[in-house]
């Protein structure tokens, strides 16, 4: 990855740090809790999110022209999830949370680097 600028590296690492979280959360916490833990719209969410980071690791691990667009997605499923664990609420939602906002950060900021390749 020696073609890839430090925040690019950044937001990667920090978009594979909010997929394990968020899997971590759902398969580990979310689904022994139950109860708001497992409503639909909170699972699809957490389910989003963690296509959405492993996507955007995934385009911008490769350099894509198209980073920027998978970027700006990925931040709004984690500012969504973020919101959805804010409401369930628990040290733990809490703490998925803050790594979901921290990535959407991160990435907002990546969708705004337009590749030069790009059209």
Known sequence: MHHISEGMRECIQLCWE???????MLFSHCLERGGKHVEKEHVKLMADCIQACQTAADFMTRDSQLHASTC???ADVCDACAESCERIGGEEMKRCAEIC???AESCREMSKTKNKKAA
């Open 72 to 74: 700006e997605a990925c």
């Open 18 to 24: 909010c997929r394990s979280e968020c899997q971590e």
């Open 101 to 103: 906002r921290r990535c």
